[in-house]
């Protein structure tokens, strides 16, 4: 399970070296630690639209809605 969450983060549950393999040879990556400051505002950026469209247009999605555990 892929997880894409408010703070522009995907969280992977799972084979997490299947999901590596696969994120490296679409050409991504390995970054720095991310840590979402405590304190902080969330805001919508219209240019990176088209990104977001494209990484959510190259696999086969499930969506679930939110649980209410989820807003926090």
Known sequence: ML??????????????S???TILFEMGLEEGQTVQVPSSHVHHYNQNFDEDEHRILANLPWTRTPLR???DD
């Open 3 to 16: 997880v894409y969450d408010r703070h522009n983060l995907i969280y992977g549950y799972g084979p997490l």
């Open 18 to 20: 299947e999901f590596e």
């Open 68 to 70: 209410e555990a989820d």
